[in-house]
């Protein structure tokens, strides 16, 4: 049994990995900002009231978790913020970077008292923040922000491959949530590729970028 931590549980590809992830027995430590009750029936540990993009937030979340080891930790929790050439904006352009960038670097760094060699990260980040796979162009703010945290995922890789934590950089594939209008595969389908790929990461494969299905993706 290994405890894993899942931002973004209250709903989406977060709930069904925590789903997915108890089913398996492991324990779960699920954060979120409003828990929903399909989490709440899951019967797993909540941190409720957690803001990722505050400060505050995280140096509560850092009390509340003190002490508590976790195996791996799966950094979900994002938005997307649809937009065009004609029609982006700074201000959204912004709250993505915050969301989907910003902190889930700042929430991997207080996590490190929880870590230990061994330890797996997953970041979920999209094959639209690949500049390589980029041929439809838009979408602005949340390929910006993803391609950020992509390069996040490869530096803290890097950094945390000496205390022995490797990191996964994993696009999920077209996923059924609300985020996408509900088209795509579903979350379960999705959320067993991705503790697939965390189950095969080492720190020899480290900072891969993975879909689900286990394709590499370029960058
Ligand atoms: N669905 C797809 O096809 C697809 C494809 C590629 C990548 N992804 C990525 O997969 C991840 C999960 O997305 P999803 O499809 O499951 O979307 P979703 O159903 O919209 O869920 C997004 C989750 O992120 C949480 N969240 C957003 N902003 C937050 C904040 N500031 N603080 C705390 N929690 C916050 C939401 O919490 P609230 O309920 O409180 O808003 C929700 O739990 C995202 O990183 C997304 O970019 C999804």
């Known amino acids: 049994m290994a405890s894993w931590l899942v931002t973004g549980s209250n709903r989406g590809i977060g709930l069904a990995l925590c789903r997915l992830l108890q089913a398996q027995g492991h324990s779960v430590v699920a954060l979120c900002r409003t828990p929903s009750a399909e989490l709440q029936k899951l019967g797993v540990r909540i941190e409720a009231g957690i803001e990722l993009t505050s400060a505050l937030s995280l140096e509560d979340l850092a009390r509340r978790l003190a002490g508590v080891r976790l195996d791996g930790a ?53 094959r639209m923040g690949s500049i390589d796979d980029n041929s439809s162009g838009g979408y602005y703010g949340y390929r910006m922000s993803k391609t950020a945290l992509n390069m996040a995922g490869r530096s803290l890789a890097v950094d945390l491959r000496p205390r022995g934590i490797a990191v996964a950089i994993l696009h999920p594939g077209m996923v059924a949530t609300r985020m996408v209008g509900f088209s795509g595969c579903p979350p379960e389908q999705a959320a067993s590729g991705l503790l697939t790929r965390l189950e095969a990461l080492t720190l020899e494969n480290s900072s891969s970028f993975w879909h689900a299905n286990g394709e590499e993706l370029p960058w």
Do not use: Y
């Open 74 to 126: 799966i950094l979900n929790a994002g938005v997307l913020e649809g937009d065009d050439l004609e029609s982006f904006s700074a201000e959204s352009l912004r709250r993505q970077f915050e969301v989907n960038a910003l902190a889930p670097l700042l929430l991997a760094r207080s996590l490190l008292p929880n870590l230990k060699a061994g330890s797996k990260l997953g970041l979920i980040t999209s």
